[in-house]
């Protein structure tokens, strides 16, 4: 599957001493970490075994570091033995970005998690497409990856649907858009309406109905943060929907 940017994959989870704590992704200061929830696809691959993910030597105190100061448990979801994550961050004035920190590793179909494996021109896993009565723990543990910041990184509000894709692997150097507050937002201001521009975003996007995306873009764009804006900008005016949906998964 060609694809014009290649991608890695957010509710985010930020682990404290093994402990997961969630969080709504807030643009305040300095570096921040996301957390939060949203997400989606169908398919049906053939079963296939595959190795169990062996996690990097762990600290005295059970801890692994993938990176980025992140460090989680040892032990991985299910049958795992090693836990991946999405982490989304910021630094200083930048937008935000995702990153896969640790590796996705196939662990086949299971009841609850049956749909698409996408993969690139290389061969990677990068994205996943749910199939009826998916579940997204079930989800995690099939790709040994922390569920909920899969969810986060993919916009996922409550539910999964047959039909969405799930991008696991998200490109770092893509800006991620925060669907909770806009770029310019005002204190106290109500950011329903934002919210909901996102997902009309994405469903133009999804649909590839030119009109309907610039109709929103016209309103949305202006409080996406700038950089971010002109990628998703120049893409709309291209015509290059695969990077639009990374942009608005």
């Known amino acids: 599957m060609k694809r014009s940017t290649k991608i890695t994959m957010v509710v985010s989870a930020a682990v404290v001493t093994g402990l997961l704590v969630l969080a709504l992704p807030a643009m305040i200061g300095a570096t921040t970490w996301v957390t939060g929830v949203f997400g989606a696809g169908s398919g049906s691959p053939a079963a296939t075994e595959s190795p169990k993910p062996t996690a990097d030597p762990a600290s005295d105190d059970g801890l692994v570091d993938l990176g980025d100061g992140i460090s989680v448990p040892a032990d991985g979801p299910g049958e795992c033995t090693a836990s991946a994550r999405i982490n989304i961050r910021a630094e200083d004035n930048e937008p935000f970005h995702s990153k896969l920190l640790g590796e996705l590793v196939e662990m086949g179909p299971s009841e609850?998690?049956?749909?698409?494996?996408?993969?690139?021109?290389?061969?990677?896993?990068?994205?996943?497409?749910?199939?009826p009565g998916d579940s997204p723990i079930a989800i995690g543990e099939r790709f040994c990856i922390d569920y909920t910041t899969v969810l986060s990184h993919n916009h996922v509000r409550i539910d999964i649907n047959p039909g969405d894709v799930l991008y696991l692997r998200p490109d770092p150097t893509l800006p991620w858009v925060d669907p909770y507050s806009p770029f310019d937002v005002q204190p106290g201001e109500q950011t329903g309406p934002y919210y909901d521009a996102i997902d009309?975003?994405?469903?133009?996007?999804v649909a590839k109905d030119l009109a309907e995306a610039q109709r929103v873009w016209a309103e949305l764009g202006p409080r996406i943060h700038p950089e971010a804006r002109t990628i998703a900008t120049r893409a709309l005016e291209a015509g290059d929907w695969e990077l639009l949906r990374q942009m608005f998964p």
Not at 112 to 131: F, M, N, S, T, W
Not at 200 to 205: G, I, K, P, Q
């Open 112 to 131: 609850l998690a049956r749909g698409e494996v996408l993969k690139d021109d290389d061969g990677e896993i990068y994205a996943y497409v749910v199939a």
């Open 200 to 205: 009309f975003m994405r469903n133009a996007v």
